[in-house]
């Protein structure tokens, strides 16, 4: 099992400039998330999804968009990017035994 | 509201014992986590405990969690200098989303 996986690592993007973060798990797990963690901060929820085709908004979720069209794959999508975005994206899933997993982590870069 | 707590920095000596602290707000919280990161790394689950537990212990971590006080701690016995990290507690409230609410980190530093 790869478990969770996150691309790209490493982004710089320019102030309104768009991209997708994709995150992908192996484990059949139904929950996924997306977080973001920014300097001496601990991790803040962003959206999250219950389930194939459904997703919610976590604690910080403006400026972003998600989608969940298969099970294994939860998208995060920055519209138009802001230097306030400027943070390192974590993608989790949640097993049965409610142990949360999490991706290497996309450090993302707005100029 | 939800919110965690945890003290910024810890510095113990290597073979010593170390102890994290974590204060928590939501008495509905059902399972509590300990995550460790890693300069420029993901967030790796150590343990975590269900509510009704008072202890759990695994190899060289015991957590220890006071359910009345909202108090949850993670020791590391035998502290070595591969665990220096940022230590993060976690909580996940009793609603249908599992999602966790995190503290700030604290980082632990291990002196030779």
């Known amino acids: 099992n790869a478990g969770v996986t996150q691309t790209p690592k490493f982004r710089v993007l320019k102030t309104g400039q768009s991209m997708t973060l994709l995150c992908a798990q192996d484990?059949?797990?139904?929950?996924m998330y997306w977080y973001r963690q920014d300097p001496g901060m601990g991790l803040r929820l962003i959206h999250y999804?219950?389930?194939?085709?459904?997703?919610a908004k976590g604690e910080v979720p403006d400026g972003y968009n998600v989608s969940r069209l298969k099970k294994q794959n939860f998208l995060l999508g920055l519209e138009s990017a802001a230097p306030s975005q400027t943070s390192v994206y974590f993608c989790?899933?949640?097993?049965?035994?409610?142990?949360?997993?999490f991706g290497p982590g996309t450090r993302l870069t707005v100029l | 509201g939800e919110d965690v707590e945890q003290s910024l920095f810890l510095s113990v000596r290597e073979g010593d014992s170390s102890v994290i602290n974590c204060t928590y707000t939501?008495?509905?919280?059902?399972?509590l986590y300990w995550y460790k990161q890693e300069p420029g790394a993901g967030l790796q689950l150590l343990t975590y405990?269900?509510?009704?537990?008072d202890m759990k212990q695994d190899q060289r971590l015991t957590v220890l969690l006071n359910k009345k006080d909202k108090h949850l701690s993670l020791r590391i016995a035998d502290t070595q200098t591969g665990d220096s990290a940022i230590y993060f507690c976690?909580?996940?409230?009793?609603?249908?989303?599992?999602?966790?609410?995190f503290g700030s980190g604290t980082r632990l530093l291990v002196r030779p």
């Open positions: 939501d008495s509905s919280s059902t399972y």
């Open positions: 989790a899933s949640i097993s049965d035994k409610r142990e949360q997993f």
């Open positions: 405990i269900f509510s009704n537990m």
């Open positions: 999804s219950v389930g194939e085709g459904t997703t």
């Open positions: 976690a909580e996940s409230l009793m609603d249908s989303s599992y999602k966790l609410i």
């Open positions: 484990m059949n797990h139904e929950y």
